[in-house]
Every structure is written in structure tokens, then in C-alpha cells.
């Protein structure tokens, strides 16, 4: 298996630009993460899915963030508009009914 | 309110020695522990885990150690190998939330050769 891919690896973007980031996760697994990591919060849960359906969103910052999962190979993690202090490292992971969950390689975003 | 920490954000061992992180907890309703290894520009990466039911958990060079009482754990990488230099993150995830893993600060992890 190719693990959990993220795409694009780096995105760079002006303030007040949509931003879309996507991961397709392990085949099989049932829960998908979207996490954010800085410097100063460390690695922050923002939304989890189970079989596609969102469960808990508390972490998501703002309504500028949003995610969908619209099947159990695809989901984006969206940001409108984007705002400099959106900067930051962005991971899917996703996990098959257990506690372990398996990273992507991060989507690095930095916003201008 | 820092749930999982982690207070040391560096060690440095001898190559062939133990190398010992440790992580704090102040959640009692934690009840599964994690250690991920990350390496820079990839994303971490699962290590060992540990139920609440155990005090002791072993994979190869890597072992887990469970204090309930003390709300404490640590991983102990025996010997220590230069790639383990990475950042070592505890997470612990609890009944009602299984699925939400709270994680702590990290601790570069370097081994010098």
C-alpha cells in the first residue's frame, strides 16, 4: 500500500486566496484526520470522519476552514479566504478501527 | 491546558546506549498510549502503543512503560541507533474520544554516533 498521500507537498499563496488541500487515505481505513501543526500549538486535531461522515469539528479554527469527505478514497481540507497566520504543516492520517493512525507527509502551506 | 506533556524538547545519547523519553499525562480518562517517531519533511510515523491494561509494552529495541499511578510513561530505545534521530511525540486518546489522539510537544531524539 502507498499510504496516506497528501497533495501538493508545498503551497504557497497570497492572502485572501482559496486553498485546498487533499488526501486520499489508506485503502480500507475507516477514520480520516486532518491535523495542524506550528510551532507554537504543536500538532492540533481540526476534524475527524468516520465512513465518510464528519464527527467532530471542534477543532477546526474558523469558518474559513472547512472539510468534506464526499468518498472513502478522497477528502479536502479547504481555507477561504486564507489568512498569513494559516501558515503552518498540515497532515491527513487515517486509521482502520484501531488507535493507530497513519500520516501522510504533510501538505506545507504558507500564506503571504 | 496541556492534557499530554512532554518537558523535555531535546536529548542526546551515545550511539549504542538507551536512550529514555518521558511523557506526562493529567488525563485519568486516557486509556491508550502512543509514541510516533518523526523525521523532518515526512509525516509521523507510528512506533508502539499501549493499553491501560498493561504496564509494558515490547517491540524489538523499543519498549514502553505504562505508570497509571503516576500518569507517566516512557519509551526506552535500547541500543540507540543514529536513525533514531527523530522527534518523539507521546499521544493518549480516552474513552468517549478513542478516536482523538491529544499529543505532546515532542523530544528531538539525537544519537550521536
Known amino acids: 500500500d502507498a499510504g496516506v498521500i497528501q497533495s501538493p507537498r508545498h503551497e504557497v499563496t497570497e492572502m485572501g486566496q482559496e486553498v485546498t488541500l487533499r488526501c486520499k487515505p489508506i485503502s480500507g481505513h475507516d477514520y480520516l484526520f486532518w491535523y495542524r501543526q506550528t510551532m507554537m500549538r504543536g500538532l492540533e486535531l481540526l476534524i475527524y470522519?468516520?465512513?465518510?461522515?464528519?464527527?467532530?469539528d471542534s477543532g477546526m479554527p474558523e469558518d474559513r476552514f472547512s472539510a468534506k469527505m464526499p468518498n472513502a478514497s478522497f477528502s479536502t481540507l479547504k481555507i477561504q479566504p486564507s489568512e498569513p497566520r494559516d501558515s503552518a504543516v498540515y497532515f491527513c492520517?487515517?486509521?482502520?478501527?484501531?488507535?493507530?493512525?497513519?500520516f501522510g507527509p504533510g501538505t506545507r502551506l504558507t500564506v503571504t | 491546558d496541556q492534557q499530554v506533556k512532554q518537558n523535555s524538547p531535546s536529548l542526546s545519547v551515545q550511539e549504542g546506549r538507551i536512550s529514555i523519553l518521558n511523557c506526562d499525562y493529567t488525563?485519568?480518562?486516557?486509556?491508550?498510549f502512543l509514541w510516533y517517531k518523526k523525521y523532518p519533511a515526512e509525516g509521523p510515523t507510528f512506533l508502539i502503543s499501549?493499553?491501560?491494561?498493561?504496564d509494558k509494552n515490547e517491540d524489538g529495541r523499543f519498549t514502553v512503560f505504562l505508570n497509571k499511578s503516576a500518569k507517566h510513561l516512557s519509551l526506552h530505545i535500547v541500543p540507540s541507533q543514529p536513525g533514531d534521530s527523530a522527534v518523539y511525540f507521546c499521544a493518549a486518546s480516552g474513552l468517549g474520544s478513542a478516536r482523538q489522539l491529544t499529543f505532546g510537544s515532542g523530544t528531538q531524539l539525537t544519537v550521536l554516533p
Open positions: 492520517a487515517s486509521s482502520l478501527g484501531l488507535h493507530e493512525q497513519y
Open positions: 470522519f468516520n465512513n465518510n461522515v464528519p464527527i467532530d
Open positions: 488525563n485519568s480518562m486516557f486509556d491508550y
Open positions: 499501549i493499553s491501560s491494561i498493561k
